[in-house]
């Protein structure tokens, strides 16, 4: 059974930090590019990150906050996030696509499977 699971998020306050994981289950990570999607309350689901055969790919709102990585022995993909702001405050997904052109790393239609989405809220 394929399953992506995405856990790590919670409150923070501005400023702070939060690593989200990416664990998949009935697939190899590694033969997959693995993007992380964002949706904030009344605003559509944007892609944050992708990862593929050691290619980064990053939101120009994230690039230079937040870090996206693979450890292939646990099966993971990970989003490490710094310097959160208000505005980065949303139910966050991942989610694996198969031969993926990087140009397309944004169209979510492409995506074959998602995680349920972990909520990460950015507060004082």
């Known amino acids: 059974d394929v399953q992506l699971q995405a856990s790590g998020g919670g409150l923070v306050q501005p400023g702070g930090s939060l690593r989200l994981s990416c664990a998949a289950s009935?697939?190899?990570?590694?033969?997959?590019?693995i993007g992380w999607f964002r949706q904030a309350p009344g605003k559509e689901r944007e892609g944050v990150s992708f990862?593929?055969?050691?290619?980064?790919f990053y939101a120009d709102s994230v690039k230079g906050r937040f870090t996206i990585s693979r450890d292939n022995a646990k099966n993971t993909v990970y989003l490490q996030m710094n310097s959160l702001k208000p505005e980065d405050t949303a139910v966050y997904y991942c989610?694996?696509?198969?031969?993926?052109?990087?140009?397309?790393?944004?169209?979510?239609?492409?995506?074959?499977?998602w995680g349920q989405g972990t909520l990460v809220t950015v507060s004082s």
């Open positions: 989610a694996s696509a198969p031969r993926l052109p990087f140009s397309l790393w944004r169209a979510q239609v492409h995506y074959a499977y």
């Open positions: 009935g697939f190899a990570l590694d033969d997959y590019g």
């Open positions: 990862i593929n055969v050691g290619r980064k």
